[in-house]
């Protein structure tokens, strides 16, 4: 069986690198490997996505959906302190990378569940879910996550989505408008678009 960054667990042999991302001028470290998502550089569309996301109105926690190592929750939690961010991915591998770079980061404000989409916290409701989807894993997969999305955001939660437009963002956004009262493109980024729906 082919490894995905999608993987329950992976099989490859692990092959850790250190990368670094300067974000609102602080410099973070991240420990990568072989088997996750975007191991040699933190990716275009997540930073695009971390760059355009703005604190939702709402009080609550934020859910990082497919975490990976964890670079997205990790930036939220060191911009928004007050909050919990909820982490969550399938790939084992790749959750305690995330672990890892929290504490290698100085942020505790972060909680890292092993979840396949939303199913492990589907009691929680969320201020906000962000999202840059395993695109790879198939249009019906990611559709799922966005429902699942829509059914755990708290009254006036936002969900927020990056993904390319040869990827099949404008398909997605018509798909994220039957499930939202709104919903629009609010960043275009080198053919990586920013969904936001409320």
């Known amino acids: 069986m082919t490894d995905h960054y999608y993987t329950e667990n992976p099989h490859s042999k692990i092959e850790k690198h250190t990368i670094t991302y300067t974000f609102q001028q602080k410099t973070y470290s ?6 996750v998502f975007s191991k040699e550089r933190i990716d275009y569309g997540s930073r695009v996505l971390i760059h355009a996301f703005k604190e939702p109105a709402v009080k ?3 859910l990082d959906l497919g975490c990976g190592y964890g670079p997205v929750g990790i930036l ?3 911009q928004f302190s007050n909050r919990t961010i909820t982490m969550v991915d399938i790939n084992e591998r790749a959750l305690r990378l995330a672990k890892q770079n929290c504490t290698a ?3 505790d404000n972060v909680k890292i569940v092993k979840s396949d989409g939303l199913t492990e916290v589907s ?7 962000i999202t840059n989807p395993p695109i ?9 996550m966005f429902e699942q999305a829509s059914e755990s955001l708290l009254p006036g939660g936002e ?3 990056v ?3 040869k990827q099949g963002a404008p398909s997605a956004l018509q798909y994220v408008r039957t499930l939202f009262s709104q919903a629009e493109i609010v960043k275009k980024d080198k053919g990586y678009y920013v969904i936001l729906a409320k």
């Open 30 to 35: 991240f420990t990568t490997s072989s088997g």
């Open 60 to 62: 609550g926690p934020i």
């Open 76 to 78: 939220l939690a060191s």
């Open 105 to 107: 980061n100085n942020v």
């Open 123 to 129: 009691e929680e409701k969320f201020a906000a879910i």
């Open 136 to 144: 790879r894993q198939g249009k019906q997969a990611i559709y799922s």
């Open 159 to 161: 969900l927020w989505i």
């Open 163 to 165: 993904i390319q437009k």
